[in-house]
């Protein structure tokens, strides 16, 4: 079975300019998140998605963040412009919408902003 | 503000000690916790839960121990081995499917 698929696996860009981030889930799955790993705050809950439905962004750092689920296999986090304190990994996770489930991470993308 | 804690950002072991990795948590409202292993370049993948009305869960090698007076969580890995090498996050939940991770913990397994 295919797992949570994240693209690119590597951006690298100069500040300033607009960063996509993709993300399709395990199909069947209908909640969808997106955090973001850093040193200091670990894997940090940025927004997350239940059906297709925004149900809490209050993670989304600042409003240089935006995110979208226009159907129920496609995310897409986007940075605009983007800042060298944006630069981290960031991870696209899915899960069943149910009380405890666990959640199955993509692979990351790893984003450098210079 | 971290609602969820691992205070030892490393931990070393030698192959076939036992390892245990500590989390703290500070909600109470929080019923449900897991523990997720992740290797470099990978993404997290879900190794154990264990839900508040228990207080241990085990899966072979893995066992999860959980203190709620002390809002203490613990994973013990018996006996370690070297593939056990990797970072380990906890996390927690409060009757929802959003979770709330620490910051891990790296673990090296010593050959």
């Known amino acids: 079975d295919a797992g949570v698929i994240q693209s690119p696996r590597h951006e690298v860009t100069e500040m300033g300019q607009e960063v996509t981030l993709r993300c399709k889930p395990i199909?069947?799955?209908?909640?969808l998140f997106w955090y973001r790993q850093t040193m200091m705050r670990g894997l940090e809950l940025l927004i997350y998605?239940?059906?297709?439905?925004?149900?809490?962004d209050s993670g989304m750092p600042e409003d240089r963040f935006s995110a979208k689920m226009p159907n129920a296999s496609f995310s897409t986090l986007k940075i605009q412009p983007s800042e060298p304190r944006d630069s981290a990994v960031y991870f696209c996770?899915?899960?069943?919408?149910?009380?405890?489930?666990?959640?199955?991470f993509g692979d990351g993308t790893r984003l450098s902003i210079l | 503000d971290q609602q969820v804690k691992q205070n030892s950002p490393s931990l070393s072991v030698q192959e076939g000690r036992i390892s245990i990795l500590n989390c703290d948590y500070t909600?109470?409202?929080?019923?449900?916790f897991l523990w997720y292993k992740k290797y470099p370049a990978e993404g997290p993948t879900f190794l154990i839960s264990?839900?508040?009305?228990?207080d241990k869960n085990e899966d072979g090698r893995f066992t999860v121990f959980l203190n709620k007076s002390a809002k203490h969580l613990s994973l013990h890995i018996v006996p370690s081995q070297p593939g056990d090498s990797a970072v380990y996050f906890c996390?927690?939940?409060?009757?929802?499917?959003?979770?709330?991770f620490g910051t891990g913990t790296s673990l090296t397994v010593i050959p």
């Open positions: 264990i839900s508040s009305i228990k």
């Open positions: 996390a927690a939940s409060a009757a929802g499917n959003q979770f709330y």
């Open positions: 996770a899915s899960s069943f919408w149910a009380i405890n489930q666990p959640q199955h």
């Open positions: 998605f239940n059906n297709n439905v925004p149900i809490d």
């Open positions: 909600n109470s409202m929080f019923d449900y």
């Open positions: 199909s069947g799955h209908n909640s």
